[in-house]
């Protein structure tokens, strides 16, 4: 591509976007951020030398045009699925990926870590970090402009902007200024202007506010100049012929820079433009119709048993409050939101601000629901552990996407919540099976004076219709679902379902152990004494995790008997079908059927 003339790039841009409509079409995965950026990467590519220049992108969700710009184009029709491309940069994909990336806001920080990298090696290369709007709400990048300002180094910040717009006379004039504003020219005039007015400070405070206001005139503030950076911008990130001049004007210039540009989720698909949020991650469909409701009406999922407990729990008692980080959809709370918006609070990509926001309602008498993905909360740990289980504060932690979560692969798997909540004093982690045992547990959480999670698997379960009310269930108790011999398996949240087919096929006592903590120690021992051997089952690590708690459990009651621990192994797993995934870890029926037939062969009847 760098070999074409600058002419020819609004047709590889238009190739190109085309190129990601059809992949993702085909394959599902996030479309409008992907649209959006289209010529950004292109003239980033066009500009810096990659992959010897390190661009870091943050998020992964705008990266597709980079991985077909990037020798992947042929291999996009496996995107997100099985053995195929990844949804997000990995740097075991392609050696333009240069770091991997999940979560949100962690850019800044690994971009600067590479150009300090360069520094301290006397490598002369450039770093770009490209973060988005949303992502600039998370602390994590504030730190590293923070630092960023202080050093020396070739560091770019592009600032994808798709929150705001710019009116056609204003973009021409932001194109001209921009591309003023980042020539050699000015950096040198007010470099000098800066050592000439040094010796007169008055007259140097008189320049500096001149130009602030100046600025103020024309771009929205010149917050990132008081980090050390050189902003330029708002630019339209949608205009080659205003990027590539300004990035190569970039190129030449000492220090920190911030670029600013601004770009409109959905661009060039007119039902993407209109929708941002519903084509946001959608599945296949036909580009010239575009989504449709499917003719099957979909299953509820344990998402929307969440919201809607929310909104009747919050209409009972009015001092829930709700809390997300920015993931309204994602987590249920569209509803809630519109029922009672002032008790609804997004705080933005800011996880750790999230929690201990919680800690400081619970504090003040209200009763905060968190609703978070398990993966995220990670990000919250240390808030967590000292500003709430601390505290002993009541706050409910709603975590969606426990386990594995399918085509959003190791770096959105919800795998290690249990191990990492049950060692924690004053936690207690609810497990619930069904999507009727997700209300009832929700409202036994609510009821308590404890911080208490509740995890709950991506997508619907066994269809299990919740009831109505919101009557709890007893607090760390569980159930024998079904009584068998020699055999029990000890079943935690949704992997109770296999259980059962495998208890029926083994004839195995199954026991719904709802609670990973506090265990139901008298139904452990109680079970423990009526059988051979116990099996746990777990859609989460095996290492700390539920099944550790139960062998911890065992000695402590002085109950010696064997013990098989089945969940997720001590490896990240890949993208690719759910259902798939779980079979190859063994935690489907038959899989989990054949693990105990391999373990104790005499165990169990015979197959024939």
Known sequence: ?????????????????????????????????????????????????????????????????????????????????????????????????????????????????????????????????????????????????????????????????????????????????????????????????????????????????????????????????????????????????????????????????????????????????????????????????????????????????????????????????????????????VAFHKRFPNRYFDVGIAEQHAVTLAAGMACEGLKPVLAIYSTFLQRGYDQLIHDVALQNLPVVFALDRAGLVGADGATHAGAYDIAFTRCIPNMSVACPADERECRQLLSTAYAQNHPVTVRYPRGAGAGVQPDADLTPLPFGKGEIRRQGRKTAILAFGSLLYPALQAGQALDATVVNMRWAKPLDTELLAQVAREHEQIVTLEEGCTMGGAGSAVMEALQSLGLVLPVLQLGLPDKFIEHGDPAKLLAMQGLDASGVELSIRQRWPQAAPSLA
């Open 1 to 333: 591509m760098r070999l074409l003339p600058r002419s020819d790039l609004p047709q590889v841009a238009k190739e190109l976007r085309q190129s990601v409509l059809d992949n993702v079409s085909k394959t599902g995965g996030h479309l409008s951020s992907n649209l959006g950026t289209v010529e950004l990467t292109v003239a980033l590519h066009y500009v810096f030398n990659t992959p010897a220049d390190r661009i870091v992108w943050d998020v992964g969700h705008q990266t597709y045009p980079h991985k077909i710009l990037t020798g992947r184009a042929g291999r996009m029709t496996t995107l997100r699925q099985l053995d195929g491309l990844s949804g997000f940069p990995r740097r075991d994909e392609s050696e333009y990926d240069t770091f991997g990336v999940g979560h949100s806001s962690t850019s800044i920080s690994a971009a600067l870590g590479m150009a300090l990298a360069a520094r301290q090696k006397g490598e002369s290369r450039h770093a770009i970090a490209v973060i988005g709007d949303g992502a600039m709400t998370a602390g994590m990048a504030f730190e590293a402009l923070n630092h960023a300002g202080v050093e020396d180094c070739k560091l770019l910040v592009v600032l994808n902007d798709n929150d705001m717009s710019i009116s056609p006379p204003v973009g021409a004039l932001n194109r001209y200024l921009a591309q003023l504003m980042s020539g050699r020219f000015y950096a040198a005039a007010k470099e000098g202007a800066k050592q000439v007015l040094k010796v007169a400070p008055p007259l140097f405070e008189l320049a500096k506010r001149f130009e602030e206001h100046a600025k103020g005139m024309v771009v929205p503030a010149t917050l990132f100049e008081k980090f050390g950076f050189n902003y330029i911008g708002p630019i339209d990130g949608h205009d080659l012929e205003s990027l590539i001049p300004t990035l190569e004007n970039i190129k030449h210039l000492n220090g920190p820079q911030f670029l600013h540009v601004v770009t409109r989720k959905g661009q060039g698909y007119p039902l993407a433009e209109a929708d941002p949020v519903a084509y946001h991650g959608p599945g296949k469909f036909d580009p010239a119709v575009g989504l449709v409701p499917s003719a099957t009406p979909p299953k509820t999922t344990f998402t929307q048993v969440f919201g809607q407990w929310l909104c009747d729990m919050a209409a009972q008692d009015e001092r829930l409050v709700g809390i997300t980080p920015a993931m309204r959809e994602g987590s249920g709370m």
